[in-house]
């Protein structure tokens, strides 16, 4: 198989939706719909050439799986009721604020609310999870199996690095801060008075 031919894997079927492939090469940085026209990292879009690359993600076609809530698996929306995790993580909103993200979440979220974090993975549909966990060896290796379920509000962060736009690259080329991915926290319903105690526990300080 040439190596930027079409491959036999099916985007969606055989290979997650949300998958890179070697055919995508990054291009730079350009406005981006999926962070409302701000600037984002590019990439090449030619899903299904090549070959797949498991451990990383498509830039646009992950952030365009958080921002309108697709599944990562079938590229497919998901709806309320249907949003499951294989893997996500229960933090305070606080723990957050503490490692420096309290501008990216809402003022009016207290620091004890229980977020999920998902990371970087948005939910998938139960039937895409379930046929993800008896035929990918990752998760089988690296999660118990169990699905979490995903609240019906949350709230996107974006991860940024710094790049220069081809219209700053020049004698004074200037970086400036641009959209990687966008990272996912749901928001439950739930409290921990104890957020200070259990962030400091799980290694990172509280102020
Ligand atoms: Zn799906």
Not at 114 to 127: E, M, S, T, Y
Request: hydrophobic share 45%; proline share 7%; glycine share 10%.
């Amino acid at each position: 198989m040439n190596d930027i031919g079409r491959s036999r894997l099916q985007v969606g079927v055989d290979v997650p939706w949300v998958t890179s492939w070697s055919g995508e090469a990054l291009a730079g940085v350009a406005p981006c719909a999926t962070v409302g026209g701000g600037l984002a990292v590019r990439q090449g879009e030619r899903p299904g050439f090549g070959r797949p690359q498991y451990s990383r993600n498509h830039m646009r076609r992950q952030r365009e799986s958080v921002a309108r809530m697709l599944c990562p698996m079938c590229g497919a929306p998901t709806a309320t009721g249907d949003r499951w995790l294989q893997t996500a993580r229960r933090v305070a909103a606080g723990a957050l604020r503490a490692r420096g993200f309290g501008d990216m979440l809402p003022a009016d979220l207290r620091d004890d609310r229980v977020l999920v974090d998902a990371g970087a993975i948005a939910p998938c549909h139960l039937r895409c999870a379930k046929r993800a966990a008896a035929y990918c060896p990752h998760l089988q290796a690296h999660t118990s199996g169990e699905l979490i379920a995903f609240p019906p509000a949350w709230t996107i962060l974006p991860l940024m690095v710094k790049a220069t736009p081809a219209h700053l690259i020049g004698p004074v080329s200037r970086a400036v801060p641009v959209v990687a991915f966008l990272q996912l926290c749901g928001v439950t319903e739930e409290h921990d008075a104890g957020w200070r105690s259990h962030a400091v526990e799980a290694g990172f300080s509280a102020r």
